[in-house]
């Protein structure tokens, strides 16, 4: 089984930075494909980030390629997304996400339409105009 507990999430003005956190515990997280998504109200959760075990290779939504940065520190089971320059319509609520899958990573266009398999509450951010 995998816990995922996100922190990190706020009220910032538009062009802020924000730091999502998530604290991952259980079996083979080192070798598991871990990622961002978001809902916002209204709308579908969808692919914001993923990123492989070894901590290369990241994907990203378009939406957010440039402002965004995903990492990960195994030694202490986190998981990161650095957002920069944040716009309004980047308020939602962040999930983090595990894949089940150990050791095998598959292309972006299989994250966006198949998420993740264990997920954690969510944070929340709002952007402010």
């Known amino acids: 089984q995998v816990q995922l507990v996100e922190s990190g999430g706020g009220l910032v003005q538009a062009g802020g930075s924000l730091r999502l956190s998530c604290a991952a515990s259980?079996?083979?997280?080192?070798?598991?494909?871990m990622g961002w998504f978001r809902q916002a109200p209204g709308k579908e959760r969808e692919f914001v980030a993923v990123?492989?075990?070894?901590?290369?290779?990241?994907y990203y939504a378009d939406s957010v390629k440039g402002r965004f940065t995903i990492s990960r520190d195994n030694a202490k089971n986190m998981v990161y997304l650095q957002m920069n320059s944040l716009k309004p319509e980047d308020t939602a609520i962040y999930y983090c996400?595990?894949?089940?899958?150990?050791?095998?990573?598959?292309?972006?266009?299989?994250?966006?339409?198949?998420?993740?398999?264990?997920w954690g509450k969510g944070t929340l951010v709002t952007v402010s105009s």
């Open positions: 990123i492989r075990w070894s901590g290369d290779s990241p």
């Open positions: 996400g595990a894949h089940r899958i150990s050791g095998i990573y598959y292309s972006r266009s299989y994250y966006e339409a198949n998420g993740m398999d264990y």
């Open positions: 259980g079996r083979t997280l080192s070798s598991r494909v």
